[in-house]
């Protein structure tokens, strides 16, 4: 068995019983076309070890694979997924590696080699949590090159959303201030199967060398997370607990005390870090 002559997915769903379950947050995408789309997305992958999470009955699994992936090494919390992913194990030359278990509780990287993209449609119950979690590791730069990374739509603006809109939020500072995002491709809800309720978004990370602007991480996690915590604030009020002089540290830093959070650039809430 090769990659090209493995069933189609609705096949292997139905043989291996895999009814979605809505509590792992399961929307399967079946059509290959669209999952080798989606891991083209993520750039020329040979030479990459790719890891992925959630790969359910494994439709972007294969489309890694077939788009070239040094190895896929796949994190999949429903062990019922495991027979039909041995079957691609076998099908790729064992290019592909899973482990069984909860991708918030798993150190992939002992099974893993520099480059590192990582590739998935993530489930929706912890997808913000890993996103947040690879945004923010204590050195950087971080152990992937890229992230291509499917969510709902309205999580996938948070993350691209520059200032001014309402949109913008800690979510869209902590992507931007070491990395680049940018949605790349939406896809309809008809798409998976079932169909979840709202459409879902791409987004393509590359992460930086360097921070676009000198802050220390987690002040300006700090600062972030008190201005947006109380949004409709001024920031004279959000972030008062912060320092006792803070209108003082923020007029140093350029910034009117009577702004907004969402009103800030990420320069200058890095500003502000380094001020306090
Ligand atoms: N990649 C497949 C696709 O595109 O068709 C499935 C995507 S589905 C949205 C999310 C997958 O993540 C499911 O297979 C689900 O079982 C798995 N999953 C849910 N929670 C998980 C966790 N904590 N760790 C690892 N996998 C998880």
Known sequence: MTL??????????AEHGLNARKSLGQNFL???????????????LSGHDVLEIGPGPGGLTRGLLMEGARKVVAIERDERCLPALAEITDASDHRLQVISGDALEINPLDHMQAPIKVVANLPYNVGTELLIRWLTPDNWPPFWDSL??????????????KPG?????????????RSDAKIV?????QAFTPPPKVTSAVVHITRLDQPKFAADRKTLERVVGMAFGQRRK???ASLKSIHPNIEDILLA????PTERAEQLTI??????????
């Open 4 to 13: 090209n002559n493995l069933p189609p997915l609705r096949e292997v769903i």
């Open 185 to 189: 491709m939406e896809i309809p809800p």
């Open 234 to 236: 001024m920031l004279r």
């Open 165 to 177: 809109s309402k949109a913008y939020g800690r979510l869209s500072i902590l992507a931007q201030w």
């Open 148 to 161: 291509t990374l499917m969510f709902q739509k309205e999580v996938a603006q948070r993350i691209v959303a």
């Open 267 to 276: 320069e200058q809430f890095c500003t502000i870090a380094r001020n306090l």
């Open 253 to 256: 830093s350029g910034v009117k």
């Open 30 to 44: 079946l059509d290959l076309n669209l999952t080798s789309k989606i891991a083209r997305m993520a750039g020329d």
